[in-house]
């Protein structure tokens, strides 16, 4: 496999130290002090984090902040062709200010890629534990060692459970309608055509035999008559940051799939990207989590929305996840897994008896 990250390894950890030094005491008003800056070797492919602390003076007192950052991606073959870190940050800020939806406290955002060579933002580190993706949390790490089956079922639900608060706020009323992208058609149709032409840009030519299928399959059985809401785009357990007793939700991550759609697409990724880390490596699901079925009714209690059109998005979400697996294949030079990941095979299994 060839190592590629999102944006070229910050090797001048000194020199970009410094400058996020002046860039936060330009925006504090005041001498901010950087140290422990370190780029953790887990930073995926969608982009890269700095974790650093930042520390001044105030009102006599000295403090002292964990932080973390986000850098755009610049790759020569990204995971995504559009990324917007402003648009992530505006719905976090929104979020923040306006709803009881946990989210990072937001320290600012820099669009002049003058300043570290692409743009970015500053988050403080929100306190607790994250599971694996890297080895999948059913295969190793904390969740599987150092917890209890009270408190997995627990993680689990407080996770859903945000889900379900964040699908019942006003989109419109949040003044979130500009991920509408003025486009024609449902909101389900403008995403369709958009993982159509995402289809053509990863595949760099090539036609997905089991994606494509999967496409026409979407296609030709949507459902009529939806609600729109803001769909978070990437809800799984490895986005949360949950306290320490695994009892609740201290913030959600990662917005860059944020869309306006069903949120049934929202619960389907859920469950279906924990299906992927156990059916579709062959392993049992982590002991102690709810079962899918479990999940579906605790959702519908708590938003009032009905699931019969969840099997529908299960589909749209193993597309979804298997065009972005072979993009990512693509990407590293693993042309031989873009057809056959086993992604793809799961949803070949679930088109099959569709």
Request: with cysteine.
């Amino acid at each position: 496999m060839e190592e590629q990250r999102p944006t070229p390894l910050v090797e001048d950890l000194e020199g970009t130290r410094a400058k996020l030094a002046a860039w936060l005491s330009q925006r504090q008003g005041c001498s901010v002090a950087v140290s422990d800056l370190q780029i953790p070797e887990a930073t995926g492919m969608s982009n890269v984090t700095l974790l650093f602390d930042a520390s001044w003076d105030a009102e006599g007192q000295r403090v002292q902040e964990a932080c973390v950052g986000r850098l755009q991606p610049q790759i020569e073959r990204p995971v995504f062709r559009d990324y917007d870190l402003s648009l992530q940050y505006r719905i976090m800020e929104l979020l923040g200010r306006e709803t009881d939806i946990p989210v990072p406290v937001l320290r600012g955002l820099e669009t002049d890629p003058a300043v570290l060579g692409v743009p970015f933002y500053v988050m403080k580190k929100t306190e607790g534990r994250i599971p694996t993706d890297m080895p999948p949390y059913n295969m190793d790490g904390w969740l599987m060692h150092e917890t209890s089956l009270t408190q997995r079922e627990q993680l689990w639900n407080a996770g859903l459970d945000v889900l379900a608060r964040f699908h019942q706020l006003d989109h419109q009323a949040l003044g979130i309608d500009f991920l509408d992208g003025n486009g024609r058609g449902t909101p389900l149709q403008r995403q369709l055509k958009h993982w159509r032409s995402y289809h053509d840009w990863a595949l760099e030519g090539r036609r997905h035999a089991i994606c494509s299928r999967a496409l026409d399959w979407l296609d030709a059985h949507q459902p009529k008559g939806e609600m729109t809401r803001l769909c978070w785009g990437d809800a799984r357990i490895g986005n949360i940051i949950f306290s320490e007793d695994c009892s609740d939700v201290a913030a959600v991550l990662d917005w860059e799939m944020a869309v306006l759609g069903n949120p049934l697409q929202d619960l389907a990724w859920y469950c279906f990207i924990d299906n992927t880390f156990a059916d579709g490596l062959g392993l049992p699901r982590l002991e102690g989590l709810p079962s899918y079925e479990d999940s579906i009714t605790r959702w519908q209690a708590a938003t009032g929305f009905s699931a019969d059109d969840f099997q529908y998005y299960w589909i749209f979400a193993g597309m979804r996840y298997g065009l972005i697996l072979s993009r990512i294949m693509m990407a590293t030079g693993q042309e031989q897994e873009i057809q056959q990941n086993f992604v793809c095979k799961l949803l070949e299994r679930y088109l099959d008896e569709a």
